[in-house]
């Protein structure tokens, strides 16, 4: 899992996401 900052906010890659939920994270990251 990617580390989220308190911001509400992580990086992806080398760009930055904001955090919609697990649901988004789910998706963004490796089935």
């Known amino acids: ?3 989220i900052d308190q911001s509400g906010s ?3 890659g080398d ?3 904001k955090r ?3 649901g988004a994270m789910q ?3 490796p089935g």
């Open 1 to 3: 899992m990617s580390s």
């Open 10 to 12: 992580f990086t992806l």
């Open 15 to 17: 760009r930055t996401v």
């Open 20 to 22: 919609l939920g697990y």
């Open 27 to 29: 998706l963004a990251g």
